[in-house]
């Protein structure tokens, strides 16, 4: 049983940054493409990023591309979410997940995809 836990969110003023951390127990993550999904309120969950367990490949949904960096640490089990340039459109709650089955170099972009989620942090951008 894969266990996340995210952490990092909070208030913060427009033009902000903030970085999320998921720490994750209970799996070899090393082996896991790990993926940080949105859900604003009143909307349905959305792709944010995307990591492969080798060579660390990057996918960004084009709302945050130049925006947000995806970045891992297989030593600390945890992947992280540099968020700069904050916009209030990105308040939402964020999500960690991971892919187990992942081949070494997909990247997946798709909830379906994903086999074990975090509880979520709030991120909320003030204008």
């Known amino acids: 049983q894969v266990q996340l836990v995210e952490s990092g969110g909070g208030l913060v003023q427009a033009g902000g940054s903030l970085r999320l951390s998921c720490a994750a127990s209970?799996?070899?993550?090393?082996?896991?493409?790990m993926g940080w999904f949105r859900q604003a309120a009143g909307k349905e969950r959305e792709f944010v990023a995307a990591?492969?367990?080798?060579?660390?490949?990057?996918s960004y949904a084009d709302s945050v591309k130049g925006r947000f960096t995806i970045s891992r640490d297989n030593a600390k089990s945890t992947v992280y979410l540099q968020m700069n340039s904050l916009k209030p459109e990105d308040t939402a709650v964020y999500y960690c997940?991971?892919?187990?089955?992942?081949?070494?170099?997909?990247?997946?972009?798709?909830?379906?995809?994903?086999?074990?989620w975090g509880q979520g942090t709030q991120v909320t951008v003030s204008s």
């Open positions: 990591i492969t367990w080798r060579f660390s490949r990057t």
């Open positions: 209970g799996g070899t993550f090393s082996n896991y493409g």
């Open positions: 997940a991971a892919d187990i089955n992942s081949l070494a170099s997909y990247l997946a972009a798709g909830m379906a995809e994903y086999d074990y």
